[in-house]
């Protein structure tokens, strides 16, 4: 994927990986912020939470 974030200086190439993982047998999802989010009942639960995490994360930086 190539683009600009909104803290980048210039356009680069970003590769995203997947952010679900398990532990100790439990589903999360990792952030850029570092932060391990969860635990989810199911892969379709853990990405909702993605999506909401996502737009949370946008609104707060148009907040700023």
Known sequence: MY???????A???HFRCDR????????????REL???GPFENREAAERE??????RMQVMSMSE
């Open 3 to 9: 683009g600009m974030r909104a803290q980048d200086n």
């Open 11 to 13: 356009p680069a190439t």
């Open 20 to 31: 679900l993982c398990r532990v100790n047998g439990e589903l999360y999802f990792t952030t």
């Open 35 to 37: 932060t391990l989010e």
């Open 50 to 55: 993605i999506h909401a995490y996502i737009e």
